[in-house]
């Protein structure tokens, strides 16, 4: 059965995730999956234990043995009663809901789970950190989308995001001619026609050629004029739209000028946009920092939830 994985932590913010999983889950025939990850026992206490072995201390040592666990068998407790409270509302609203707590990191342990083929999306909150100190700090939403091989449906959350109902009319695809970016078409087409909502192709085409990863290789690098890419890229999209208009999807094609994490979020608000589906390189690290990315950029910039799938 597919399955939407819902990873939250008890905060009010990863919470704000759940009005989005309400309507994607029927759209997607998909059941849904609440996971808490509680952390794992801190290592001193183990080495402490070792320790106090090692000296025949066993008294003390065990003590903290039995504390410890004692501390994570209630975290595991209140996760689970949590998790039963969040299943139990969105059982009331005709979702297919299973929940379980995990030990571990926990991005990693989100990562883990979706290697099942039945995890169809992972949908979860992001605090949105930028620049170094979301480098340094990093972010198990932030990992996640680097890792899994499953799309991860992301919102920006705060302490003032406004509650509002989640529907799906329109859906951005930003594309650049190339087959990695096409790599998240299938889930924008699924969630389209599942919502019998509206397609919007979008191509943005940049005056700076090593932008423009669409390139035809008989274009030479030098003096290609501007007005040359534009012409190109609508060709290209205008064909794209054509066959899934034809596949009955609803669909239109755009293309403008500009930066393309600027065009994005442009279009994005000219055109009322529901959600934004994208596909990302999944750099990580200090590259990733300095070098940016048009996936991290439409994230920080955008007012509406975007999908990354991580293209190979």
């Known amino acids: 059965m597919k399955t939407i994985l819902v990873p939250l932590d008890g905060s009010l913010l990863a919470e704000q995730i759940l009005p989005y ?30 320790v106090t072995g090692l000296y025949s201390l066993a008294d003390p040592g065990a003590r903290q ?3 410890a666990r004692a501390v994570l068998d209630e975290t595991v407790a209140c996760a689970e009663a949590y998790l039963a409270a969040c299943a139990a509302r969105l059982e009331a609203e005709g979702l297919r809901v299973s929940y379980d707590v995990q030990i571990g990191p926990a ?33 198990v939403a932030d990992r996640v989308v680097q ?24 859906v951005l695809l930003p594309l650049d001619g190339s087959d990695l970016a096409l790599q998240a078409l299938p889930i924008a087409r699924e969630l389209v026609c599942g919502a019998n909502a509206e397609l919007l192709l979008v191509e943005a085409v ?10 035809m290789p008989q274009l ?7 007005g040359t890419l534009h012409e190109y890229a609508s060709h ?9 208009h034809d ?62 799938v991580r293209a190979h």
């Open 236 to 244: 290209s999209l205008n064909n794209l739209a054509q066959h899934l």
């Open 206 to 215: 940049s005056a700076t050629i090593e932008a423009y990863p669409s390139l």
């Open 107 to 139: 991005a990693d342990i989100i990562v883990d789970i979706a290697h099942d083929p039945q995890i169809k999306l992972i949908a979860m909150a992001t605090h949105g950190y930028s620049g170094f100190r979301r480098w340094a700090l990093g972010s």
């Open 21 to 50: 999983v309400r309507v994607l889950a029927p759209l997607l025939d998909a059941a849904v999956r609440l996971v808490q990850v509680a952390p794992e026992p801190e290592p001193e206490s183990m080495l402490a234990e070792s």
């Open 220 to 226: 030479a690098p030098q003096g290609v004029a501007l």
């Open 247 to 308: 596949a009955g999807v609803t669909v239109t094609a755009v293309v403008q000028n500009g930066h393309a994490a600027e065009v994005i979020v442009d279009e994005s608000n000219k055109r009322n946009v529901s959600l934004i589906v994208m596909a990302t390189h999944g750099r990580g690290g200090l590259r990733r920092w300095a070098m940016g990315s048009v996936a991290d950029k439409v994230l920080h910039a955008a007012n509406v939830p975007l999908v990354l």
């Open 65 to 67: 043995h039995v504390g």
């Open 147 to 170: 890792v899994a091989n499953t799309p991860v449906f992301l919102i920006r959350a705060t302490k003032y995001t406004p509650a509002k109902s989640f529907k799906l009319a329109r």
